[in-house]
């Protein structure tokens, strides 16, 4: 797998890109968003975003065509299933149709010397929507296509006809911002801001299911709402959703419509899920089946894409931080390899996976047989009719039947007719499995010779597990994605097997985790700079053994969790420049690695090179040492200017997934097991040994970044917003952010004031933004404003410890009480009687002056009326004491 982000696909001046959608023959690819005056179509040839070669030549064009017809912003772009039109929809309130002409070469009129080298006219303009048309869908068939649009209407267009509408769908009291077709044009599902997702038949354009439960929670916090079906038609995946205060992509079931599965992970609101539009296969290692699952895509208002197989419980993959801003559309190439994602800040990022890494698809046969088996035949339509293409009829009765009537009037039938999609000859596609299963029903509990348990993670099978090998993988015929997580455990029926077990076994973390050997051979390019990392620790885990590890791997791109083998990385810091090369020897005795480190980073020569036998799996740096952390479990310190070892290697229980080096040398790991180390290696001494973080791991969160304090105290931030910091001298953890605490979200939005960058308000951006409620006592907004002050103190960002103290001085003096506000006073005043600790005779509080802070206090006082008696008492002991 690499990632990469080409500059050169941008609209003018890095405005935002709204939608990109691959041409379904792989060639090409489309954006939409703004540019010049008013909206933009760019049409980009593919070739150089995925090969090297073709983005230095320059007789490869890399802009194929640009369209400024839209009057203001383009909000969609979506090729028809056969890629022969184009259709566009923007803020001008109109959806046009392009086609390619055969005219050759052109200037783009006011482009500064581009040239289009294909040439594409709107054919058709429809006008009929009476607001911004936010998303578009072809059916599967090409012949209807349909928009979403701020006027709270869905329309379906017939395109051959146009501009015939079929059916205006006016049930949505909000924005509609998401249509999506089902793969086999039965029904069309629309998502809007009025907090529901509605299913419609287009046999007679009636509403076959409205969701609204996992909705209800949702805010109009995103610009899209573009949802996907699965390639088989069994699941339809939404966008912005929420499962106990957490962000989600609700999983409906096609059987049923079933909403008790969600894909979580995500910090903020998912604005766009999309299916990879093939089934895939793979083999099961040392045996002879194969397994059968589906791949999706999701971006979300974090900046973040995540990748999902059915056939595992975590992500594929998770890239953090890949943009600026808001992820806003998705888009699969045909053969399911390449992903592009484009984002409000203007960019492209795109994903080229490899066949091993995500899979096979099935053929075309399989594919139709896979249909036949679920839906029954298709039926061709007569081409005489509004449209052509293939329907597929579920009942196998009213096919029956169907081909009765159409036999006596001598009409043309086809079976097993394939439904129509983007491909090419050469490109197979990917196919989802044939029959829904059932998840089992028993758990396995394994009781270790320490007394320790370990539950056995329940995968989804097509009858009772029996066999070891079943247990460390799924079946072949697993349909149901394992990743779905219940949005209602209270209805499991899951039975626990307690099994005695007298050597360690294998679990199924280990057969399937992204750090095997199969997944060392991923080759990521253009690597940035390090910075803090982010991990999902296994939450399934009861024990503490050695080499227990995660079903999943985070991946963030600032710094990938394991370098490359046979890649030479690049780090660089403010002094130094260091090349890392995995597996750059191969000897009779094992695999080297090696590090070099340059003075300066435009020197090719290094000062000096060490090997290690292991992975380098991460590396940090100060200007005294360099710490490297090995896939053998072992932290190795290195002097910056010599090379030489500063000690023997440290042995810790698990892989390093995160690390965290300051300059005064204080080193911070943390391990898969979800374990932390604290090292002081200036003075060589241990601060902290294997301190568990689990407790933390509540509300399904997972680990989103793990660092040190200013005052070296350990710092782990979670996906769901909440923040701690490891208190050395009370040895527990303390909270510094936690949204879902009931304070904190009646504590009112005074963080707004304060600067994002800060230490404290840079961990609270999940904090409610509402003001406090006047049905509310007065002291639960003291007491947010308290714990405010003891996390500014802890984080020992002095600017916010001021905000927050001035921020309750104002509070007490509205509305008490007066003890409480004595006590500030007395503290700073040094008072004999006061509750500060008698072993502090500093003056001052932070780097503040606590007579400073003690003045400005007593000026906010003065200007209080009713308050002038109080002010006048410490004036005068301030006066006293000088």
Known sequence: MRFFKPPWITHEDDKPIFSVDIHPKGGRFATGGQGGQGGRIVIWNLAPVLSEKDEENPKVPKMLCQMDNHLSCVNVVRWSCEGHLLASGGDDKLVMIWKLTGEGSSSVFGGGGKINVETWKCVTTLNSHNGDVLDLAWAPHDGWLASGSVDNTVI????????????????????????????????????????????????????????????????????????????????????????????????????????????????????CVRFNSNILKKEIPGSSRTQRYCCCAIGSRDRSLSVWLTSLKRPLVVIKDLFDDSVLDISWSSNGLNLLACSWDGTIACVDFLPREIGQPLGVDEKNAVYERMYGKSLQRNLNQSFTGSQIIENSELLQAMEEINDKCNKEITTTKEIPKPVTPEIQEFQKPSTPLIPANKQIETRLPSGKRRITPMFLTPAPVTSKDSLEVPSMNDTTPTSFSSSSPTKSKIIVETVKESAPVKTVAQALSFTSKSAQSHKPINQAPSMQSSVQINQLMCSEVPGDQPVVQFINILEPQKMPVGVTVTKRTDRIKMQITNGCNVTSKGTLSKMEVFKTADDNQPIWEAFLGSTIRCIAANRKIII??????????????????????????????????????????????GLMHLWDFENRKSVLNRISIRSLLTNKASVSGCSLTNSNQPLITLTDGRAYSYSLDFQSWMPLSNPLDAVSKAGGSITKSLSATMPLSSLQKSLPIHGASDTLPSAVTLSFLESQIAASYLLQSSNEYKHWLLCTINHLLEKGPECRLRSILDDLMGMPYSSANKKDKTDKILDLSKHDLLMEILEVIKSKLPWQRLYQEYNELLELRK
Not at 195 to 221: G, I, K
Not at 228 to 243: E, I, K, R
Not at 263 to 269: L, P, Q, S, W
Request: with cysteine.
């Open 156 to 271: 379906i267009w017939n395109v051959n006809k146009l501009p015939e509408k079929v059916a205006l769908l006016k049930s949505h009291t909000g924005m509609v911002k998401g249509v999506a077709w089902d793969p086999i044009g039965k029904y069309l599902a629309s998502q809007s801001d009025d907090r529901s997702l509605r299913v419609w038949r287009t046999a007679d354009w009636t509403q076959q299911e409205v969701v609204t439960d996992c909705f209800t929670e949702c805010s109009a916090t995103t610009h899209v709402l573009r949802l996907s079906w699965s390639p088989d038609g069994q699941y339809l995946v939404s966008a912005h959703a929420m499962n106990g205060g957490g962000p989600t992509a609700q999983i409906i079931e096609r059987d049923g419509w079933k909403q008790d599965k969600d894909f979580v992970g995500h910090r903020k609101a998912v604005t």
């Open 628 to 673: 490297a952390c090995c896939d053998d479990l072992t932290i190795n310190c290195y002097y910056v200017k010599s090379g030489a070892r500063a000690w023997p290697s440290i042995t810790i229980e698990d892989l390093v997934v995160s690390l965290s080096l300051t300059e005064e040398s204080m080193c911070l790991v943390l391990t898969k097991t």
